[in-house]
């Protein structure tokens, strides 16, 4: 199941981006005491207890405003209102109730979205909790006091965030149906390769980049199979971003990844691959999801016999860091190997779901361990007792070592180049855990 996604939103200088920095374990929103600092969302996934989401912090709402910036920010909460599964409403016990709290509340009330009432700034509840009373008035159910500065009251405020997390599970049919999610820049053929798949005009086409803001959803039936295609907003690099809808656009990519079991990386074969390609591919990497890379227009291209080459060895040098993806060279205009994405699909979400037997596994890596030989430290050597595959989607593996310090990133890329021989696991990304257990 896909990772909920929660909004962190309220009036300006609340305590919003303190209160993310503290739950995502570094600091990545400016905190300042000027009202308005944070004009973007940034998201972060978080862990608590067995329960994984993702959160975004946003900009303060201000209702009644004529400041042109406050309007933008205003504009980008709301669209995070309506990205997310639950919302967690932050007031300050120390302003109290104004009547700007009420405005918020209302516009939370009509999203019909579980909402969490958070007080902020209680650093000494004998003190303050008469006025958190106050807060009742929202109508919002127990408001939950904590001081996000000082770190207390944040497991309760979790738990109840938490709470909401079971009753989203979608039906069992569309949790079963293969999910692929279409990401890249805006206007490199996105929602038309979508149109082309489904063979009618179902998403929204043009020219002008930015045109698609919602992840839609569509059912495409081929070779029997069905399968879902989730069109997402372009990414586009900020010095060029210009509206806030648009801006808010890689929240949404972020959750429709979060929920594909394979991504769509669309690269413009015109354009080649850039750094903003980079980092949109790097989303569904970081989440170990299947991916494909799709360089459209590639009827584009005037090609010699060594043009797909030079595309292919490009691709793979800016984005080195995901090295099993799968390049296909397509045009979504003519629909030259459109229909070679169905199969592909299928293999990556093959690989993806692939389980390895841990007596096969240990050869490879025993095999692996004699042709070259564990890295040692101050007369120390690195000793691999064994291997073993824990999950899949990402398949998922952990190496039971002498020594955790003495397992090198380069040993385990070693480990990992010699299992992908192996077993192949093309499109999918591996994840390795070192575990330490002390010499028999």
């Keep these: 199941m896909r990772k909920p996604v929660v909004a962190i939103v309220g009036r300006p200088n609340v305590g919003k981006s303190t209160l993310f920095n503290a739950l995502a374990g570094e600091r990545i929103s400016i905190v300042k005491d000027t009202p308005g600092v944070t004009r973007d969302r940034i998201y972060a996934d978080v862990t608590w207890l067995d329960y994984e989401f993702t959160m975004i912090d946003t900009g303060g709402i201000e209702m ?6 406050m309007k933008e920010m205003r504009e980008q909460a709301v669209v995070a209102i309506e990205t997310a599964d639950v919302i967690l409403f932050m007031t300050d016990v120390r302003q109290g109730l104004l009547d700007a709290d009420a405005k918020v509340a209302d516009l939370l009330r009509r999203s019909k979205k579980p909402i969490v009432l958070a007080v902020n700034k209680v650093d000494s509840f004998e003190k ?15 408001p939950i006091p904590l001081s996000a500065s ?36 805006p206007n490199v053929g996105k929602s038309s390769l979508i149109n082309r798949l489904v063979g009618e005009k179902r998403v929204i086409v043009s020219d002008i980049a930015g045109t698609t803001r919602d992840a ?31 801006r808010f656009s890689i929240i949404r ?17 015109t354009e080649g691959v850039t750094e903003q390609d980079a980092k949109i591919a790097g989303i569904a990497h970081d989440r170990g999801k299947g991916i494909i890379i799709a360089v459209n227009k590639w009827d584009a291209i005037e090609k010699n016999d060594k043009t797909m080459y030079e595309h292919r060895d490009k691709i793979r040098q ?69 291997a073993t595959q824990v999950a899949v989607k990402p398949p998922t593996f952990v190496i039971f070592v002498n020594d955790r310090e003495l397992m090198h990133f380069s040993y385990v890329r070693y480990l990992e180049n010699r299992i992908r021989e192996a077993f192949g696991f093309e499109g999918t990304s591996l994840k390795f855990i070192i575990r330490e257990r002390k010499d028999d």
């Design 128 to 142: 303050f909790m008469p006025d958190v009373y106050e807060f009742y008035q929202l109508g919002l159910g127990d």
């Design 150 to 185: 000082s770190r207390l009251g944040l497991g309760d405020m979790l738990d109840a965030i938490a709470a909401y997390f079971p009753k989203m599970e979608t039906e069992q049919e569309e949790e079963t149906l293969p999910r692929i999610a279409v990401v890249g820049k």
């Design 216 to 246: 839609i959803d569509t059912r495409v039936t081929f070779g029997g199979k069905e399968y879902i295609f989730i069109d997402t907003a372009g990414l586009r690099r900020k010095s060029k971003v210009k509206e806030e809808l648009e």
């Design 253 to 269: 990519a972020v959750a429709a990844v979060e929920r594909a079991d394979v991504v769509i990386v669309m690269i413009d074969a």
């Design 64 to 69: 009644d405003t004529g400041d042109a910036m």
């Design 318 to 386: 800016v984005l080195s860091f995901m090295p099993y993806a799968k390049i296909l060279f397509l045009s979504v205009r003519t629909g030259q190997r459109v229909n070679t994405i169905y199969e592909n699909i299928d293999a990556v979400m093959e690989n993806n779901a692939m389980r390895v037997a841990t007596g096969v596994l240990n050869e490879i890596v025993t095999e692996a361990v004699a042709m070259q030989q564990p890295p040692s430290d101050k007369g120390r050597r690195l000793k691999i007792f064994y």
